[in-house]
């Protein structure tokens, strides 16, 4: 029986070894595991906090946008740097030697003026 013992201790060996084996891999495995997360957790926090800032910056610029582009703003730079005057819809009255208004002078163009023959090109005849 003695070689049969020493197989036997031989396979409790190999298998106590490999057991330890296994066991070493499996936590090998759960400190990379761990450590991989560890990492994604810290970029995960570092994208939110990159986020946060674009989103600051992003309403910051969108205000900016809104301030510059106000039409108040806008009319004052325009008429103090480009001398423009905008129209407050009330137009002058012209008044010709006693004419009375601008449609009263127009017919009395028309009726003054000869009447003209609209003439067609040689080409169409």
């Known amino acids: 029986m003695p070689a049969l013992a020493q ?9 106590g070894t490999g057991f330890f084996a296994l066991l070493i891999t499996a936590f090998a ?6 450590t991989r997360i560890e990492v994604m957790m810290q970029e995960t926090h ?9 989103i600051s910056e ?8 809104s301030r510059l582009s106000n039409v108040d703003r ?8 480009f001398g423009l005057v905008f129209d407050d819809g009330a137009r002058p009255r012209v008044r010709l030697n006693g004419s009375s208004d601008l449609t009263r002078l127009q017919e009395e163009w028309k009726e003054a003026r000869p009447a003209v023959e609209k003439r067609k090109p040689d080409s169409q005849k």
């Not at 197989?7 to 298998?15: F, M, Y």
């Not at 992003?58 to 946008?65: I, M, P, R, S, Y």
């Not at 806008?74 to 740097?81: F, K, Q, T």
């Open 7 to 15: 197989e036997n201790k031989i396979t409790r060996l190999l298998v």
């Open 29 to 34: 495995l759960y400190v990379h595991q761990s």
């Open 46 to 54: 570092m994208l939110y906090e990159q986020r946060r800032v674009l």
């Open 58 to 65: 992003t309403e910051t610029l969108q205000a900016e946008v």
């Open 74 to 81: 806008i009319s004052s730079i325009a008429a103090r740097e």
